[in-house]
């Protein structure tokens, strides 16, 4: 699923904002606003000394308020200096806030129904799976390792201005089965009870619905029994796509090292590893956790499991 971004890049774009606004920012605050005070300064004395030769005419001067309009003129920002100081703390927070520890999204397509709706708002965890440099995406203190059954956001493969969102489901040396629509993980079949059917707004008909408990995770899915298992023709040539066999019932993958393998819970609308291959771990965005908000509808609004 393409989670969509309001700009294309929005990380760079805002990494060049916040440079931007605060190279003015600290240019101002130990330069510029010296050179204003030093021109201020300058202005005043003479304003003091020809006030001091007008007085001693016998002349009257409004001495004071003339002097603090020339202060104020003199040590007042220019507009794009002063926007940038305001810009700056707030783009710095943001940057500080979106690459370390939360991140937003929104959910624009459905192969992450039932568990996640199209339209919903997500966070997403930046921290719980390492510490990584902003825009580069490279991890220079590691914490913790996707476990199965997380719902991970990470970099498309295929194209990495994409971030996409499924669950894990295998990690590094694990051997993964899908046959006739289930999984095996490690040799150990993964459990499946049978719930109410589920309606899908999006093309009107009921799909399937269980819990499925993967290695301890319980979490709902979908399958539509008109679908085949898998559609062999959009299958696509990925990194150790030596480490899977296909067949017409399904397939078997090996998960390399430093790789997970990752599948939609609305398993026959989903496009996942099963066609486009492993998730390396320098591709991790973070684990989503939250769906803050969900415009048409409030219910959805608490924890994502």
Same mark, same amino acid.
Do not use: C
């Given at each position: 699923m393409n989670l969509q971004l309001i700009l294309g890049n929005f990380a760079l774009i805002l990494f060049v904002l916040m440079?931007?606004?605060?190279?003015?920012?600290?240019?101002?605050?130990?330069?510029?606003?010296?050179?204003?005070?030093?021109?201020?300064?300058?202005?005043?004395?003479?304003?003091?000394?020809?006030?001091?030769?007008?007085?001693?005419?016998?002349?009257k001067v409004d001495h004071a308020a003339n002097r603090s309009a020339i202060e104020h003129?003199?040590?007042?920002?220019?507009?794009?200096?002063?926007?940038?100081g305001s810009f700056f703390p707030v783009i710095a927070l943001v940057f500080f806030l979106r690459s370390?520890?939360?991140e937003p999204f929104k959910i624009p397509s459905s192969s992450m129904v039932p568990t996640l709706?199209?339209?919903? @708002?997500?966070?997403? $965890? =930046?921290y719980?799976?390492? &510490?990584? @440099?902003?825009?580069? $995406? =490279?991890?220079?203190?590691? &914490?913790?390792?996707?476990?199965?059954?997380?719902?991970?956001?990470?970099?498309?493969?295929?194209?990495?201005?994409?971030?996409y969102i499924k669950r894990v489901i295998g990690v590094p040396g694990d051997k993964i089965t899908y046959e006739n629509k289930r999984l095996t993980v490690n040799g150990k079949p993964v459990s499946y009870a049978p719930m109410d059917d589920y309606l899908d707004d999006?093309?009107?008909?009921?799909?399937?619905?269980?819990?499925?408990?993967?290695?301890?995770?319980?979490?709902?899915?979908?399958n539509n029994e008109q679908a085949p298992t898998l559609n062999l023709a959009d299958v696509k040539h990925f990194p150790h796509d030596d480490a899977c066999t296909y067949n017409y019932d399904g397939f078997t993958c090996v998960v390399p090292e430093g790789n997970y393998f990752m599948m939609g819970d609305n398993r026959d609308n989903s496009?996942?590893?099963?066609?486009?291959?492993?998730?390396?771990?320098?591709?991790?965005?973070?684990?989503?956790?939250?769906?803050?908000?969900?415009l048409s509808n409030l219910r959805r609004i608490g924890g994502i499991h």
């Open positions: 440079v931007v606004t605060g190279v003015i920012w600290f240019l101002d605050v130990f330069y510029l606003a010296k050179q204003r005070r030093h021109a201020a300064d300058r202005a005043l004395a003479e304003f003091d000394g020809r006030n001091a030769k007008l007085t001693a005419d016998g002349i003129a003199l040590l007042r920002q220019p507009t794009w200096i002063e926007y940038s370390f520890l939360y709706l199209v339209g919903d @708002l997500i966070l997403v $965890n =930046k719980t799976y390492g &510490i990584r @440099l902003p825009v580069l $995406n =490279k991890k220079i203190i590691e &914490i913790n390792n996707p476990q199965r059954g997380d719902v991970m956001v990470f970099k498309y493969p295929k194209d990495m201005t994409q971030d999006e093309h009107l008909v009921y799909n399937k619905q269980y819990q499925e408990n993967l290695t301890g995770v319980s979490h709902r899915i979908l496009a996942d590893s099963r066609y486009w291959g492993f998730v390396p771990d320098k591709n991790i965005v973070g684990k989503a956790f939250f769906v803050w908000m969900n």
